[in-house]
């Protein structure tokens, strides 16, 4: 299921389906991906997949996994501590991600909310840096209400924050669309922020402006993982350097 849709449907305040399911139309793209594309497969998942069998994850190829840890600044993974321990317990590299919501707080206050909820960093080898889902708002207003110039500064405020609690530059996932729609296709998190793009496509599509090439990809929102199916768009040694944010 999409992610705006499952945002919509696990937690409180469920925004009309129908606009949801516009939203996740354009998150995805017009045609899902048919076979997995090349790189380091991997996962991400949420409340929505309750207990993971992450073993059996593991044993079908999963290399890695996101987590989700929190949403805005009132709410937090139920299975956060299942997702995010059993998937380092069988030798995935994994991390967690904050789901934001623009439209209630500063984003200074939810990268803290994040950073004391899961979203830390450590240099162990198995924790990647936190990542910042911003994308369709499944409650309401595409944007969240923001223009786009203050929009550019609510994720400033987030990946500065996160940078300062934790010495690591957070991921961003996102779509082209909604990227271009909400912060004016800005270019200004491309040289720190390592992209995370969501396109459920045969290609991964054009980018955002600014990153030369991404660092994950969500192809599908179903597949082999539980979750939504991911790919590392390169080796499991490279991997490990970003979690490691150098060698190890």
Known sequence: ???????????AGVALLTTVAMAASALVGATPASAAPAGLPGMDVSSWQGNVN???????GARFAYVKATEGTGYTNPYFAQQYNGSYNVGMIRGSYHFARPDVSSGATQANYFV????????????????LDIEYNPYGSTCYGLSQA????????????????TGRWA??????????????????FAANNPLWIARYASTVGTLPAGWPTYSFWQWASSGTFPGDQNVWNGTLDRLKVLACNGPC
Do not use: E
């Open 1 to 11: 299921m999409p992610r705006p849709l499952r945002s919509a449907l696990r937690t």
């Open 150 to 165: 203050s929009m550019r500064s609510w994720i400033a405020s987030f990946v500065n924050q996160y940078y300062a609690r």
């Open 116 to 131: 004391d909820h899961g979203g830390g960093w450590s240099k162990d080898g198995k924790t990647l840096p936190g990542a």
């Open 171 to 188: 991921t961003i996932y996102t779509t082209t669309d909604w990227w271009t729609t909400c912060t004016g296709n800005t270019s200004q």
């Open 54 to 60: 992450w073993s059996a994850a593991w044993n079908n």
